[in-house]
């Protein structure tokens, strides 16, 4: 499969090789969460489903250029729908369940769409965008037969290939609009092949694994990282609807899973629950993921007998530069991601332009090694030649994220830029404090900002949600345990200076925290009487 030009094409090759192994398989709570029946298909299976959707699409019109938006959650169909749709060169576009109207309206116009493979109670909202943003959208059901293209193919006739659109992604805008990040094949195929090859204590045995993932299909980890390495390997793919913390440990010994995927919230939860047992009952080889708690990861990893291998990439480097720690040394419990391999690049730059030094933080500027040094990432942003130019500024990409290199030459990941707080001229990461913060058992979630302070600049905000309600003249005693259990933990001025209540915290599409929503509420809360202020118990500890 050295050699596929699409991912259609590495399936079909998938297909032949291995007919008899399961590619897909749907465990009894997913499937009656979303109403199907439980199952599993081979590759033999899947591709002659495959091969009479794509037979189908093409009679109704769809070819080399169109855009399709895919709105079926983590349901089997996606799969079969993109890699039909996939083998006409036509590029798919995952669709968020949780957009609503603004948010359909932009992608609907923005990505220029010509139709929406959707689940039925989400059509009237998508026609409703369509019509906002003065779009032709055909509409249908997994199930239905494809309704003719609104419009004629816009590369009819052109060779399908590498470089060939396969998806159109887009970035949470936790600080503005989502940019459309263009995904070719070649950005799937690699990031496929990064992770078949990688080896180490990431190695896939041909035939042999059984990858489990709650994460969503929307998003490049899933999507890429995960299909693909399954795909080229002949492994087998279970994807749940979401993370459920109560039945994690039941779906890892149903599916049997020999590899995992997670983000960082998930191990603190986990860790929440009593010892159990059957802690270690399961054939888990290895973690797959990023973001785990740095004072969580050693614990997690004795009490439940695998590795959490922390990575780093985004939507936009893919498997371009992707950075992993899956040798040893590790440095578990230090935020450390491993080094770059002999195909990555990277720089450390300081905010005065020069070089970070040992133990200093820099951005994190990358690219591929070679002759290509954006082989294996995005194409660019959609409509946004000028975001593009600005983030391969100097033929580096700009990361935007904080990270340090230890003596060992060992990369330790930080924050994003935009994350971090600057108190009295200590920067301080509010990944950091809501890490340590969501230890506790009265807290549900956490997120942390920086609010004006006229002597020290910034000062620690943090927003909390709780478990339970607690009442106006308890939440002075709440917040004082809250900043004593981070100043138990952290440097003093890491500790929260505000702690203010709240009901939710202000979130994306995709679940993320929205730093830009979040930046102008802490301008507010100070002032407000949901908010502590706990300011008088950071002190400065003198040895």
Known sequence: MADAQTVAQAFEEAAQRWPALPFLALLPETAAIYGLQPGAWTYGEAQPRIAALRAAYAAAGYGHGHRVGLLLENRPAFFWHWFALNGLGVSVVPI???????????????????????????????????????????LMADGDVPPPAPLAAPLAGQ????????ALLYTSGTTGRPKGCILPNRYYLHAGRWYAQVGGMATLREGQERMLTPLP???????AYSTLAMVLTGGCLIVLDRFHPGSWWASVRASRATV???LGVMP???????????????????????????????PFEARFGFPLLEAWAMTETGAGAVVMAHDHPRKVGSSCFGREGDDVQLRLVADDGSEAGIDQPGELWVRHAGDDPRDGFFAG???????????????????????SRDADGLLHFIDRRKNVIRRSGENISAVEVEGVLNQMPELKASAVAATPDPVRGDEVLACVVTHAPVAEGDRAALAERIVRHALERLAYYKAPGYVAFVDALPLTASQKIARGELKGLALQLPRSAVCVDMRHLKKRVVE
């Open 260 to 262: 995992v995927h997670y």
């Open 381 to 403: 942003y959609l409509k946004d030649e000028a975001a593009t130019n600005e983030a391969w500024e100097q033929g580096w990409f700009h990361t935007g994220d904080i990270v």
């Open 159 to 166: 060779p399908v290939g590498v470089r060939t659109e396969c």
């Open 96 to 138: 968020n369940a949780e957009l609503r109207s603004a948010e359909l309206e932009y992608l609907v116009g923005h990505s220029e769409i010509a139709l929406a493979v959707a689940l039925p109670q989400r059509h009237r909202a998508l026609r409703d965008a369509a019509a906002a943003a003065g779009r032709p959208l055909a």
């Open 217 to 223: 299909l929307v998003h490049m980890n899933a999507m």
């Open 268 to 298: 603190a939860m986990l860790m929440k629950a009593a010892p159990s047992p059957d802690d270690r009952a399961h054939a888990v080889r290895f973690g797959f993921g990023a973001g785990v708690d740095r004072a969580l990861q050693a």
